[in-house]
T-cell receptor, first 119, second 117 residues
Framework: ETGVTQTPRHLVMGMTNKKSLKCEQH?????MYWYKQSAKKPLELMFV???????ENNSVPSRFSPECPNSSHLFLHLHTLQPEDSALYLC??????????????????FGPGTRLTVL | AQKITQTQPGMFVQEKEAVTLDCTYD???????LFWYKQPSSGEMIFLIY??????QNATEGRYSLNFQKARKSANLVISASQLGDSAMYFC??????????????FGKGTTLSVSS
């Protein structure tokens, strides 16, 4: 596997279900992010982890719970979601703190996303 | 106030023509980075080009170039010789605080580019 992978790619769940989204980065980066992309809205930052510590929680409802067990893995645990939570959830990673490592500009590399539908 | 503004919801261009996608930004931080990403219908965000606030020259990457006008706070993306595969959503994004760990990107609403033959 290369880059950033996300599983599952598609998820349909009821409002009472509990599910988890998984993100894995194979780039040796030290920061990982969860974004939410709803129809016709800009990408919204949800959570940022840098060196496995949560740096930012952008006022996200508690029904979303992130977990970062190590620098390569990021989870988003979902419970009692609402239909308006249906969206594309994107994970990203970056190598922060050092510019021009292997020509990088600290750009964020994104996974393919999980398309979530809440019924 | 919006940090990143993309005023063109949709743009149409013919194959082989050049197209400019607009982006203006708002920040008081002297150190920042500007990014353009492409999002095809598959959903994945693909990094295209980067411009740092202290970079003296406009960034170029193949057919992509960034028209950086710092005084106007604009960072327009120019795609030369458009191809059918360029049809996608394009996002302008900004990172404030150069090289600070865990600093997230702020995205604009995006512009949908449609390339026709």
């Amino acid at each position: 596997e290369t880059g950033v992978t996300q599983t599952p790619r598609h998820l349909v769940m009821g409002m009472t279900n509990k599910k988890s989204l998984k993100c894995e980065q194979h780039l040796g980066h030290n920061a990982m992010y969860w974004y939410k992309q709803s129809a016709k809205k800009p990408l919204e930052l949800m959570f940022v982890y840098s060196l496995e510590e949560r740096v930012e929680n952008n006022s996200v409802p508690s029904r979303f719970s992130p977990e970062c067990p190590n620098s390569s893995h990021l989870f988003l645990h979902l419970h009692t979601l609402q239909p308006e939570d249906s969206a594309l959830y994107l994970c990203a990673s970056s190598q922060d703190g050092d510019r021009d490592i292997m020509g990088s500009y600290n750009e964020q590399f994104f996974g393919p996303g999980t398309r979530l539908t809440v019924l | 106030a919006q940090k990143i503004t993309q005023t063109q919801p949709g743009m149409f261009v013919q194959e082989k023509e050049a197209v400019t996608l607009d982006c203006t930004y708002d920040t008081s931080d002297p150190s920042y980075g500007l990014f353009w990403y492409k999002q095809p219908s598959s959903g994945e965000m693909i990094f295209l080009i980067y411009q740092g606030s202290y970079d003296q020259q406009n960034a170029t990457e193949g057919r992509y170039s960034l028209n950086f006008q710092k005084a106007r706070k604009s960072a327009n993306l120019v795609i030369s010789a458009s191809q059918l595969g360029d049809s996608a959503m394009y996002f302008c994004a900004m990172r404030e605080g150069y090289n600070q760990a865990g600093t997230a990107l702020i995205f604009g609403k995006g512009t949908t580019l449609s390339v026709s033959s």
